[in-house]
């Protein structure tokens, strides 16, 4: 059975994958659409070919870039603002092009705390996403990027509480802290039929694996303790898309 088309949005090359690779790939090998918008870093870096590997192995089709730069790394987008700094209504713009464009029947992205690192192109990521979703639906805003295209779910990828004190130990930094929501509000994804294609994609961000990010510390875990940390995808749904949902959830 094809699945729901899905667009993700994340901030960084390997948020893709760390994040919603499972889902990506499910719905990818049901014979849905999929795609990945990345907020930061730019054509002719050397982490876009990564990304071109790892959406390859996801089955999510050709990058899609904004081209800001990355908070911390100024070299990610040469010549052009931090994600952080650019103009708003310029990268609303943008991803209301992408999504009239692929017209995906859900979204995915970050959630407002941006992840269990908390990281800020994370929550900005986050924000111009959720703007984006609402400004993509009416037909009154950027009427010269095509026709309106209302999102049908909105889901945010976060972790819950139970597993933030499970895992989070594994998944941060030491003296690190965590964001995490309710368990109540999360719906969960075992991905395990998809983990080869999830960690594959992970580790296709070589440069990542190298200096020791979180790509690297699953690379250098034993196959259990991967699945532990990779296995199990959470997401959260966004009230604004709330009224657009079906019934069945992510599962």
């Excluded at 986050?126 to 026709?147: I, W």
């Excluded at 802290?177 to 395990?192: F, Q, R």
């Excluded at 303790?225 to 995808?233: A, D, H, I, Q, Y």
């Amino acid at each position: 059975m094809e699945l729901p088309s899905v667009l993700g949005v994340f901030a960084h090359p390997d948020d893709e994958s760390l994040s919603a690779g499972g889902l990506l790939a499910r719905h990818a090998e049901s014979g849905a659409r999929t795609a990945v918008v990345t907020a930061t870093w730019a054509e002719g870096t050397h982490r876009i070919p990564e990304l071109t590997r790892a959406l390859g192995e996801l089955g999510a089709g050709r990058p899609r870039l904004l081209g800001w730069a990355d908070a911390k790394v100024p070299d990610s987008a040469p010549g052009r603002a931090r994600l952080l700094d650019c103009p708003l209504e310029e990268s609303v713009t943008q991803l209301v092009c992408h999504l009239r464009e692929f017209r995906p029947e859900w979204v995915v992205t970050h959630d407002a705390y941006g992840g269990l690192t908390g990281h800020p192109d994370h929550r900005h990521t986050h924000r111009l996403t959720v703007l984006a979703v609402h400004a993509a639906s009416l037909p009154g805003l950027y009427p010269e990027l095509g026709d309106p295209w209302p999102v049908r779910r909105l889901l945010l990828a976060t972790h819950p509480h139970s597993a933030a004190a499970e895992l989070g130990h594994l998944l941060l930094r030491p003296g690190r802290t965590g964001h995490s929501v309710p368990d109540a509000t999360v719906e969960s994804l075992d991905v395990t039929p998809w983990l080869p294609r999830k960690l594959a994609a992970v580790f296709a961000h070589r440069s990542e694996v190298v200096r020791g990010a979180l790509p690297g510390r699953l690379a250098a875990a034993p196959p259990a303790v991967r699945e532990l940390l990779m296995g199990t995808e959470w997401y959260q749904p966004h009230p604004l898309a709330i009224e657009r949902r079906t019934a069945r959830g992510v599962c």
